[in-house]
Every structure is written in structure tokens, then in C-alpha cells.
T-cell receptor, first 116, second 113 residues
Framework: EPEVTQTPSHQVTQMGQEVILHCVPI?????FYWYRQILGQKVEFLVS????????KSEIFDDQFSVERPDGSNFTLKIRSTKLEDSAMYFC??????????????FGQGTRLTVV | AQKVTQAQTEISVVEKEDVTLDCVYE???????LFWYKQPPSGELVFLIR??????QNEISGRYSWNFQKSTSSFNFTITASQVVDSAVYFC??????????FGKGTRLHILP
């Protein structure tokens, strides 16, 4: 069964360092998303991406964050200068687009980012 | 404003008991979608069900069932004959025309052997 794949599963980084989280969405999906979940809290929307551009972003997604689809398969989230409060589980998701039909988003297994 | 409320923070039941997880949502949109996701201890988010706002038919899938009531803006989830493997955090979520999923805070379910 196709799935969304995220790497690495766990990333430890020093405060102030740049980090890139990697995602390979399901191959025929056209909508891509990043969400984050601070430990023990709810899952929060960060950004959606469609047709090679950001379609929506939350207030969390400030100038420190960026997303990119560098090739036909990868979808990355970059945090330029990490802060302690960026420590969280980051989930990538993708969704198929079908004419006249809605579809569900499938989530990857997450990348746990720890900023020290 | 859109909002999802899961009033039950944590529930513990003994194995084989039935358990219902409550979800109340708020949206001004007439077209929207409701979801339940399961997050086991390993951390991933597992899709369970999607419901659109025009389909109020209740759904049953094995031991799982969902009760969608627009009149009370609720989308409750029942597990029948619970098993230890059902222990997880369950998230109710809402998506409308702006394409982002709004999650509730989750209900942590403990199934005791």
C-alpha cells in the first residue's frame, strides 16, 4: 500500500542551526502539507502546497520556515535557525485530487525534531 | 471560526467494554469534512474515517462506528468490545474549504486488560 515516507525519523539539532525535514508523498498525490505536534499537544497545521506554491500557511509558519518541492518526488520543510520551541513531531501529509470528489489526507510517520 | 472540541482528555475502560469518544465541531461553512485519526504510542497518525457534511448516515466498520449529527454538530466515535490494541490517542478533525485540517486536542484512550 502506498504511503507517505518521512526521513529522518528523529533529528537532534543545536539551537540556531538550520534543519531540513524530508518527505516523499504518495506518488500521484497533488496536495502536500506539513503539520506539527508539540509533545502531548494537538496537531497543528503549518502549510499547504499545491501546484508548486504555498496555498495556505498558518501564523506559526513564519519567515523561519520554508517549503520546497525540489524534484518530482520530494517535499521538504526547512527551518532556518531553530529555536528550542521548534522541538516537536513534524508530520508530512499528501492528498489526491479527484474531479468532483474529496479525498482524505494520508500522513507520514513523522519526524521528531529535538532542538538542544 | 473553525474549532473542534474533544471534551474527554483521557478515558480508561476495561477490555471488552464499549467506549464512545465525543467530538463537537464548529464551522460556518456548509461544505466540510470530518475525520477521525488514531495515534498509537509509536506516534504516527492513522486515518480512520472521513465524512462529508452532506452525508449524515452513520457508519460501521468492524468494531468501530461513527455517529454524525449535524443538528448537534457532533461526530462521535464508538469502539465496541474494546481491545488493548485500541489504546491510543484519538483525534477528531475538521476540514472545510480552506483545505487545512483543524484537529481537536485528542482523547487518550487506555484499554485495561
Amino acid at each position: 500500500e502506498p504511503e507517505v515516507t518521512q526521513t529522518p525519523s528523529h533529528q537532534v539539532t543545536q539551537m540556531g542551526q538550520e534543519v531540513i525535514l524530508h518527505c516523499v508523498p504518495i506518488s500521484n498525490h497533488l496536495y502536500f502539507y506539513w503539520y506539527r505536534q508539540i509533545l502531548g499537544q494537538k496537531v497543528e497545521f503549518l502549510v499547504s502546497f499545491y501546484n508548486n506554491e504555498i496555498s495556505e500557511k498558518s501564523e506559526i509558519f513564519d519567515d523561519q520556515f520554508s517549503v520546497e518541492r525540489p524534484d518530482g518526488s520530494n517535499f521538504t520543510l526547512k527551518i532556518r535557525s531553530t529555536k528550542l520551541e521548534d522541538s516537536a513531531m513534524y508530520f508530512c501529509a499528501s492528498r489526491l485530487r479527484l474531479a468532483g470528489r474529496d479525498t482524505e489526507a494520508f500522513f507520514g510517520q513523522g519526524t521528531r525534531l529535538t532542538v538542544v | 471560526a473553525q474549532k473542534v472540541t474533544q471534551a474527554q482528555t483521557e478515558i480508561s475502560v476495561v477490555e471488552k467494554e464499549d467506549v464512545t469518544l465525543d467530538c463537537v465541531y464548529e464551522t460556518r461553512d456548509t461544505t466540510y469534512y470530518l475525520f477521525w485519526y488514531k495515534q498509537p504510542p509509536s506516534g504516527e497518525l492513522v486515518f480512520l474515517i472521513r465524512r462529508n457534511s452532506f452525508d449524515e448516515q452513520n457508519e460501521i466498520s468492524g468494531r468501530y462506528s461513527w455517529n454524525f449529527q449535524k443538528s448537534t454538530s457532533s461526530f462521535n466515535f464508538t469502539i465496541t468490545a474494546s481491545q488493548v490494541v485500541d489504546s491510543a490517542v484519538y483525534f477528531c478533525a475538521l476540514r472545510s474549504r480552506d483545505d487545512k485540517i483543524i484537529f481537536g486536542k485528542g482523547t487518550r484512550l487506555h484499554i485495561l486488560p
